[in-house]
């Protein structure tokens, strides 16, 4: 899909709706681990676990860095849900998002409302913009508060996180990923949750 390999696993009964997974992360695939929370939904549905562009299985050093973009996410998506409708006779399916797969459950259904029965958010997220300036301001604030001198340090030098210029509009750290973990580690270090309004 999208010019690249793509792993899945399908799963279930072929004549029972088709259930795509969509996993968080980005990159944290659950394959793994489908049996323990799945066995049951098999009954219902023919699921789909989709291991999503350098992820899992689909993961490759190969894939160009430059199409690692949440566009790039949806038209794989896209293509894999024409793919399973084509191959399993379906009209429509059921979509599941959980936290980072909610971010692309969203996107999709919004631009094809037509392909799915119904869209299943788990952990959905909705403003991540503002989750992750709430967060920052939570974990500096409690670091004053504590003096804690190391964890001032760390999130003055990441800095505030600041708002992409085109939609879909995401929040950036000028550190990149690793400076997003910092300011998530001190979240959980405080006993905050990643909670997206």
């Known amino acids: 899909m999208g010019g690249i390999e793509q792993w899945i696993s399908i799963r279930g009964n072929i004549d ?3 259930l795509i997974y969509l ?13 323990h929370f799945q066995a049951s939904l098999e009954d219902y549905f023919l699921i789909v676990q989709w291991e999503q562009r350098g ?14 973009t949440i566009e ?3 038209s794989d998506l896209y293509e894999l849900i024409e793919l399973l409708k084509k191959r399993f006779s379906k009209t429509k399916i059921y979509l599941i998002g959980h936290s980072w ?11 094809y409302p037509q392909l799915f029965y119904a869209y299943i958010g788990v952990g959905q997220a909705s403003n991540t913009v503002e989750t992750e300036k709430r967060m920052y301001e939570f974990v500096l604030e409690r670091s004053k508060e504590l003096n804690n001198k190391k964890a001032i340090r760390q999130l003055e030098k990441v800095g505030p996180p600041f708002k992409g210029l085109y939609p879909p509009y995401t929040t950036f750290y000028k550190g990149g990923y690793m400076a997003k973990m910092t300011v998530y580690g001190w979240v959980a270090k405080y006993g905050g949750i990643i909670k997206y309004f």
Do not use: C, D, Y
């Open 16 to 18: 029972n709706p088709i």
């Open 23 to 35: 996993h968080g992360g980005p990159g944290t695939p659950v394959m793994p681990l489908f049996r």
């Open 55 to 68: 992820a899992g299985k689909s993961f490759s050093r190969r894939i160009p860095k430059e199409t690692m």
């Open 72 to 74: 790039q996410f949806i």
């Open 101 to 111: 797969g909610s971010v692309l459950g969203t996107f999709i259904v919004q631009r």
